[in-house]
């Protein structure tokens, strides 16, 4: 089976804004760059990734993307990241991939087999695997077979709304609950929960 990986990288710079309370700009591009290279050396390694595709307008990512073997789609016009993983997903079908794993940058607990286990946790095609974050709310890891079986609806509630989309479509869907899938970094608190865990290792 040949799968894709898609990541969507806000600029390294203005990501994470909800945290700018706690972090200054530079924490938060350090902290940004961090998890980005972490996401792309795991999947860079993981057998069932043929290739992986980093979805961003900060050349600074896309550089980071290339130096890890990636290739990249420039996202130009008004940011809008449902549209942006479409035009992915158009790149991953010319190449006639069975499916294509889309993996924000931001999960800081992310580790190889967790990739793994997802992967392994999908079914016969049509499917869609799902990893929803710790609030079940959104969507922190979606494996959609084949490619262009529905649209994208990022953003509030979407995982329930992909898994509605999923079934309008006549998919089935597996949800995959896992811990370090489902922690994102979004607020102060996910940031506390995330140095918890890290002081505990």
Not at 58 to 66: G, V, Y
Not at 100 to 117: C, G, K, R, W
Request: glycine share 6%; with cysteine.
């Amino acid at each position: 089976m040949s799968i894709w990986a898609i990541v969507p990288v806000k600029p390294l710079r203005l990501g994470k804004s909800r945290l700018s309370g706690v972090l200054s700009d530079d924490e938060r591009t350090v902290l940004n760059r961090m998890f980005l290279e972490n996401a792309l050396g795991i999947l860079r390694v993981t057998p069932q990734i043929g290739h992986t595709l980093v979805v961003s307008r900060d050349p600074a990512a896309l550089a980071i993307a290339r130096e890890f073997g990636a290739r990249t789609v420039l996202e130009d016009g008004t940011p809008n990241l449902n549209n942006a993983l479409q035009r992915a997903t158009m790149l991953a079908r010319a190449y006639e991939v069975n499916g294509v794993l889309i993996l924000p940058a931001d999960l800081p607990l992310l580790s190889q087999p967790d990739i793994e286990n997802f992967i392994a946790a999908s079914g016969q095609p049509p499917c869609i695997t799902i990893a929803p974050d710790r609030h079940k709310d959104g969507t922190n890891a979606l494996l959609v077979e084949p490619p262009g079986l529905m649209k994208y609806h990022y953003g509030p509630q979407s995982f329930e709304a992909h898994c509605e989309l999923a079934q309008q479509a006549g998919a089935k869907v597996n949800v995959v609950y896992n811990y370090n899938l489902a922690l994102d970094l979004d607020t102060p608190e996910d940031l506390n929960l995330f140095n918890s865990v890290r002081s505990e290792a």
